[in-house]
């Protein structure tokens, strides 16, 4: 099989386009593939994929791996203090680079920080084929996919491409998140991707002085859209300054503050998540290898 290669320029970038035979969906070496998903943006949907990834590679002691497959918008190195370009390996791979116990991939370590990424469809279904199955990911566990918001020609092509054994849904209390949210799962629901449940982030705000909770963004409305949808709830991750500043150091709020409540709640659902895959497993009892 001949491959794409992605080469980096001052610019913006560039793709050598290659053709693709039969293969299987699967990853080889990779068990489980998991997408945090969200119906819209700037509801702490990286912030999650990533403190969910290092929760079930440091709590739940597996091999992990985070895919950042927001193509336009890669948070990843910023939010796991990624520093230079990954290397290649003899078979021509991306190797990922290592963090906080995991492996990561994203398109904003291989092009220059502030430049552009200007594609078109096309161009971003090559970066992203290249970026799953142009890595040497070894043997993981699980691979954590921090997918593009919304529900578009990308976010359908990669659950499409990938074999994935579920999805999970982000989304805030408030009313228009909710219904993009639904709009998510109904999306994943299309593609025949199991939904792992619904986690309601910003869920309230404690006060530093009073602990008081503020439920700014409206309360226990993802528990009751789960609960309308027949799906799973996984949990609540209050609005917390730590998580944010663990963001922008590149020190997630899991590592700096492992025994906070907030890393409690993350760690608490990575072990829901881990336990939701080994039910499905056991529903399934195989998964029939797909070819394209």
């Not at 943006?41 to 403190?51: D, E, I, L, P, R």
């Not at 929760?55 to 950042?68: I, M, P, T």
């Not at 659950?159 to 799962?185: C, F, H, K």
């Not at 944010?244 to 503050?257: C, K, L, Y």
Request: proline share 5%.
């Amino acid at each position: 099989m001949n491959r794409f290669i992605i080469t980096t320029t001052k610019k913006v970038g560039a793709l050598r386009s290659y053709s693709v035979g039969a293969k299987s969906l699967k990853l080889e070496g990779v068990k489980d593939i998991i997408a945090v998903a969200s119906g819209k943006g700037g509801v702490g949907k990286s912030t999650t994929a990533v403190n969910l990834a290092v929760s079930l590679a440091n709590k739940c002691q597996l091999s992990v791996g985070l895919l950042d497959a927001d193509v336009y918008g890669p948070s990843i190195p910023t939010m796991m203090k990624l520093h230079g370009k990954p290397d290649v390996s003899e078979g021509n791979k991306m190797i990922p680079i290592m963090n906080h116990g995991v492996k990561c991939i994203s398109m904003g370590s291989l092009v220059d920080k502030d430049a552009p990424i200007v594609w078109r469809g096309p161009m971003v279904m090559k970066a992203l084929e290249q970026m799953t199955r142009g890595v040497e990911w070894g043997q993981l566990d699980i691979l954590v996919v921090d997918m593009p918001p919304g529900t578009g020609d990308a976010q359908i092509s990669m659950s499409q491409r990938l074999q994935l054994s579920g999805a999970l849904i982000i989304s805030t209390p408030q009313d228009v998140a909710l219904m993009d949210a639904r709009r998510g799962v109904k999306m994943f629901s299309k593609v025949s991707v199991p939904i792992l449940g619904l986690i309601e982030n910003m869920s309230y705000f404690k006060c530093p002085h009073c602990t008081k909770p503020s439920y700014i963004f409206g309360k226990g409305g993802a528990r009751k859209t789960a609960e309308e949808m027949g799906l799973g709830f996984v949990g609540e991750i209050p609005l917390e300054e730590e998580i944010r500043s663990g963001s922008d150091d590149g020190v997630p709020v899991v590592i700096s503050h492992p025994n906070s409540a907030v890393s409690q709640a993350y760690g608490d659902v990575a072990l829901k998540i881990v336990s939701r895959l080994h039910e499905l497993a056991a529903d399934q009892q195989f998964r029939p290898e797909i070819t394209l």
